[in-house]
């Protein structure tokens, strides 16, 4: 048997008393999870500590670089004369749809000049690359060598070559944590390109997958469609791809079909990612003077709305969804829908997609609210298609439309999602 | 004695950060839920061998850094850590005397006591993840135990 070494003082009689501390450091370490959780109070001390234990990060992320420069000054003549060829050849398809994307790029920035709107456009991207280390197997999230230093602020959209990665959800001084649209408490509102229609995709859990769970029977939406971002909510510029749908199983009895998208973004794979500055959403301020002005009971609404989605759901409170609700002027819109839509009650995730797919709201143009605010139910609710929201007051408009849904969504909620969930 | 105290501090210290490295080291995503808690056992064994000199307050600090390595809610791991310490502190002159796998039981039942704590706490805070694979770690970790306890050993004959 292996022998286990003694300890050289005595027993008894030494140092405090065992009980106390382990009381003290109890209670502290329970304060300090409410502060950071539920009050996010510990940025500054956060950010300390992760100075103090970046070293440790770059350390474990050392010996991978090391490797990577390595192979990669090592690599052989004819290989990287293959890589070239090849870079040349994609360089050259890629220019050639640039010409024609630096066409409709300017001709689509008149038409928004036009409208006096030049929200979302994407205005510069800073290249990260992701640090070899793991965070939680269970949990999408990665961590980035950019962070405050470097301008990145909480709730910044991750962007890779071929889609859309994830968002910023914590920046420390050198460092950003990043939440992957995979992640089972992330959502993103999304817009099929064929048809138009407009939903949330929810993360999964697995990074070669996202799911629809609000889509309904008789929606127009088929595999292979391609899902772009709508750049509603402010968090992510809008028309970049998301994600492919890969299967769409109808049911005849269920009021939801299963419809399962692949993210085109290389979740798992992407050393590199960009991280992206776009303008902030114009549409809102004018939103909120719509709100202010015509909707005192929306506005009076907003301090306990927010609560509400805190008390009612502690599950989603650390989401960025949520958090990002805060700074959105139309939060009320948000939390009393989800205060009456049953989907609150659901699952944690179906929550948060909940909590995500009203930040829509703030965004609704007067110019076409009316339109959108159609398919912004109907994204929660859309097996009512007819319902009465196409109404001339565009923010606003949400609460009428709430009415029929929630009655609807209370039977359909059971079969919809939940099979697919945790 | 003060001089060997320190460089045994200095000793648990190091030991305690290799395991937390090893916590974060990247690997293949099979894998990666089976990672055992490496800082935790070599807290417990620490706590085991010399009580007075790795304490609560160590293992809590240990708890602390993993907690911000990983991205976790500050206080969870410290909290599980410190818990786990407490419990070993409390039965450590049984411990020694038993038999390596009747450690290996307890140090499961220490590892299921923390996972539970942890996987409470996550739920609390909306990370629940609810899948069998979240508790394998207890499983490779008490496997783990007897070779932490061999090479420790092995580690702090030389120091002494």
């Known amino acids: 048997m292996v022998e286990l070494t003694h300890d050289s003082r005595p027993i008894i009689g030494r140092g405090p008393a065992l009980g106390a501390t382990f009381i003290t450091l109890a209670i502290a370490s329970i304060a300090l999870m409410v502060a950071d959780h539920r009050y996010d109070q510990l940025g500054r001390i956060r950010g300390w500590m992760a100075a103090a234990t970046h070293p440790v990060q770059e350390g474990v992320d050392a010996p991978f670089r090391l490797w990577n420069w390595l192979t990669g000054s090592v690599a052989d003549r004819s290989q990287l004369r293959r890589e070239n060829l090849e870079l040349t050849a994609r360089l050259r398809l890629a220019n050639l749809q640039l010409q024609r994307f630096a066409l409709l790029e300017d001709e689509n920035r008149r038409l928004r000049d036009m409208r006096a709107n030049t929200s979302g456009v994407t205005e510069r991207v800073l290249v990260a690359s992701i640090l070899n280390v793991d965070l939680d197997p269970f949990r999408h999230r990665v961590l980035l060598d950019k962070g405050a230093q470097d301008g990145v602020f909480k709730g910044q959209a991750v962007l890779d070559g071929e889609g859309i990665f994830g968002q910023v959800t914590r920046v420390n001084p050198a460092t950003s944590e990043v939440i992957l649209i995979s992640d089972a408490e992330h959502a993103i509102p999304v817009q099929s390109n064929r048809s138009g229609l407009r939903t949330i995709a929810v993360g999964s859990g697995d990074s070669s997958k996202l799911s629809l769970p609000f889509v309904t029977g008789e929606s127009d939406l088929k595999a292979g469609d391609l899902l772009l971002s709508t750049g509603m909510g402010g968090v992510f510029p809008p028309g970049y791809p998301v994600a492919k749908v890969t299967t769409v199983k109808r049911d005849a009895s269920a009021t939801f079909a299963v419809v399962e998208a692949r993210p085109t973004a290389k979740l798992d794979r992407a050393r590199e990612v960009l991280l992206a500055w776009f303008k902030p959403p114009v549409v809102a301020t004018e939103a909120t003077a719509a709100e202010a002005g015509a909707s005192p009971a929306t506005a009076a609404a907003t301090p306990s709305g927010q609560t509400t989605t805190g008390g009612a759901n502690p599950a989603i409170a650390p989401g960025p969804a949520n958090k990002l609700t805060k700074p959105a002027p139309a939060g009320a819109a948000v939390s009393q829908r989800e205060a009456a839509t049953p989907a609150s009650q659901q699952r944690p995730a179906t929550a948060g997609a909940a909590s995500t797919k009203p930040r829509e709201v703030p965004r609704q143009t007067p110019t076409e609210g009316a339109g959108r605010s159609q398919s912004a139910p109907a994204a929660a609710a859309p097996s009512s298609p007819p319902v009465p929201a196409a109404t001339p007051s565009a923010p606003i408009s949400a609460p009428p439309a709430e009415t029929t849904a929630p009655s609807e969504q209370s039977q359909a909620a059971p079969p919809g999602p939940s099979g697919t969930r945790r | ?160």
């Open chain 2, 1 to 160: 004695m003060k001089q060997g105290m320190i460089g045994r501090r200095l000793l648990y210290w190091l030991s305690v950060f290799a395991g937390l490295v090893l916590a974060i080291v990247p690997l293949p995503s099979w894998l990666d839920a089976l990672r055992p808690d490496f800082a935790l056992l070599i807290v417990i064994y620490w706590v085991l061998t010399s009580p007075r000199i790795a304490g609560l307050g160590y293992a809590w600090l240990a708890g602390l850094f993993l907690d911000v390595l990983r991205g976790m809610v500050i206080g969870q791991h410290a909290l599980g850590f410190l818990i786990v310490a407490f419990i070993t502190h409390r039965i450590q002159l049984r411990m020694r005397m038993f038999t390596l796998l009747q450690q290996v039981v307890i140090v499961m039942l220490l590892l299921a006591l923390y996972h539970f704590l942890i996987f409470w706490i996550d739920g609390l805070t909306g990370h629940g993840y609810t899948g069998w694979r979240r508790w394998l770690p207890i499983l490779s970790g008490a496997l783990l135990w007897p070779l932490i306890v061999a090479s420790s050993d092995s580690l702090t004959r030389r120091a002494r």
